[in-house]
């Protein structure tokens, strides 16, 4: 017991171990910890039904952790803050920040309020090896192409931190006084939500295990491994980290006492795009809803609400996408490769606007990230930093021959399509009658026919962006 009450204001940062500003406030104090479902972002991103599915179950799993002392509140964070600390004569109100744009501001805005109080306010680097103003060229301007800022920029400069241990001793404030509601400790799932809930290891003891699994097994084949959605060869960390029940310096360090390979040096440089993207995300705050390349706010996207509803449902006619989109609505989640070639459907053969896809994603995908999911699809319209050329168009057929070359991943999502043989299973439509007739396909009715011709809509796609790119030299 204390004398000192100081807050820990939950964010993206789940978790007890290497948790910078809940060990500071640990430290001599009595803490209330707290979580607030921010009212004022509604105007910004409100989170998808997958994000909030794993929230809930990850806010109960961190309660138990804190023997059920975590507060649960809904509203304007400032005001909730504001008055816990002013009605318990709070010392400290501390937290580790987060980087979307309006975050940003508003924990200016929270931090002058609290301190104009004499109240102690800090912040910490919870979620980032590197700080986003820490990485800029030698001008002061930030980095927007990947590999110059990960090798000259984040590995020229200092090494990330070692990671904190859990605090050995966390005394919690007693008889606090409550002026706003809590919320209950309950989350009622809908049954999507319990359906893909069964794919999900969640909390910070499910992260660590994760971890260690795939440093036991999978990374000494990542570098190969990650490309094939069967093989089993990457983390899963990516929900686990976005809502911080693991941090990077966590995974970082460990990696970095294994001995150093191609894949431990490939799997850095992905947690690295990731922190590439929330440097893209600070410095260009807009790339959220517009396009950083400003030339293609000027691309002709088609507005087709049918074809976009085929794509969500899975029910493309073209294997490898329908695979894709079936598996992240049946669990949640989406293989990276899968993404790549379901993103670039989307945005070029089917010419639909990259942001209809980020939708999507964001509503469905437990790691739905706006960073990682912004920078990931601006990257595929090629609307973006290092965006993969206008002329880059993946071929969902070659991709699958390449990719899932004994069918494993497409019969998993595609039952309709299991007995096909393996030489027409990633283009059916050009089966003949005899073989769909021997594994029960009938095109058109237990499995589409392609929505869209995929040599001519690459041809159409091309002639898109190259009118974009004459015009931007013109
Ligand atoms: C269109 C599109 C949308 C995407 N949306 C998201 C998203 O909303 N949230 C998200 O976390 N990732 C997103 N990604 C990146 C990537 O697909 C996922 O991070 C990855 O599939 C997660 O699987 P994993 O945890 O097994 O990754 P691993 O291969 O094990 O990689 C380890 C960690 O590195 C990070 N990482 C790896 N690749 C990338 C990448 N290309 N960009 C950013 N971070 C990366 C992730 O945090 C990941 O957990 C998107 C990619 C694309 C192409």
Not at 319 to 339: Q, Y
């Amino acid at each position: 017991m204390h004398s000192k009450f100081t807050i820990h204001w939950f964010r993206s940062d789940l978790r007890l171990a290497d948790n910078p500003s809940f060990s500071y406030a640990c430290k001599n104090a009595d803490i209330i910890p707290v979580y607030i479902f921010d009212e004022t972002n509604k105007a910004h991103f409100p989170l998808g039904e997958a994000s909030l599915t794993w929230l809930w179950n990850s806010l109960i799993l961190l309660n138990n952790s804190l023997s059920d002392k975590l507060l649960i509140f809904k509203g304007n964070p400032m005001e909730i803050l504001l008055t816990l600390a002013m009605e318990n004569n709070v010392t400290g109100v501390f937290w580790n920040r987060c980087y979307t744009p309006w975050q940003v501001s508003q924990d200016t805005t929270i931090k002058q309020k609290i301190r104009s109080k004499k109240i102690e306010c800090k912040t910490f680097n919870g979620s980032l090896l590197w700080e986003p103003w820490e990485v800029l060229k030698a001008d002061g301007t930030p980095y927007k192409v990947f590999t110059p800022y990960y090798r000259r920029g984040c590995l020229g400069t200092k090494l990330p931190r070692t990671p904190l241990t859990t605090p050995k001793k966390i005394s919690f404030a007693e008889n606090i006084i409550l002026k706003q509601p809590q919320l209950p400790k309950t989350f009622n799932q809908l049954k999507w939500q319990s359906k893909i809930l069964r794919h999900a290891l969640i909390g910070e003891k499910n992260a660590e295990k994760k971890l260690k699994t795939f440093l036991d097994s999978g990374i000494f084949s990542y570098k190969k491994g990650r490309d094939f959605p069967s093989s089993g060869d990457v983390s899963k960390l990516a929900p686990n980290l976005h809502f911080g029940e693991i941090s990077p310096n966590q995974i970082c360090s460990k990696v970095k006492n294994m001995p150093s390979s191609e894949n431990t040096d490939n799997f850095m440089s992905e947690l690295a795009w990731r922190e590439f993207s929330y440097y893209l995300l600070y410095h260009f705050p807009k790339i959220t809803k517009q396009n950083l390349r400003s030339q293609f706010d000027r691309f002709p996207w088609i507005c087709n609400p049918k074809d976009l509803n085929a794509w969500k449902l899975g029910k493309t006619g073209i294997p490898m996408v329908d695979a894709g989109m079936r598996e992240l609505w049946e669990t949640g989640s989406m293989h990276n490769r899968l993404r790549m070639i379901v993103g670039s459907f989307l945005v070029k053969n089917l010419l639909i606007d990259w942001r209809s896809g980020a939708r999507w994603f964001w509503d469905c995908l437990f790691d739905a990230d706006l960073a990682s999911n912004t920078a990931g699809w601006q990257w595929i319209a090629g609307s973006g930093a290092d965006a993969a050329p206008y002329y880059r168009i993946f071929n969902p057929v070659l991709q699958g021959k390449r990719f899932d070359p004994e069918g494993k991943y497409i019969k998993k999502y595609i039952p309709e399509l299991r007995k096909l043989d393996l030489k027409y299973l990633f283009a059916p439509w050009e089966a003949p009658p005899s073989i769909l007739n021997k594994a029960g396909v009938i095109m058109g009715k237990t499995y589409p026919y392609p929505i869209v011709n995929l040599s001519t809509s690459r041809k159409t796609a091309l002639e898109a962006f190259k009118v974009l790119k004459n015009n931007a030299s013109n």
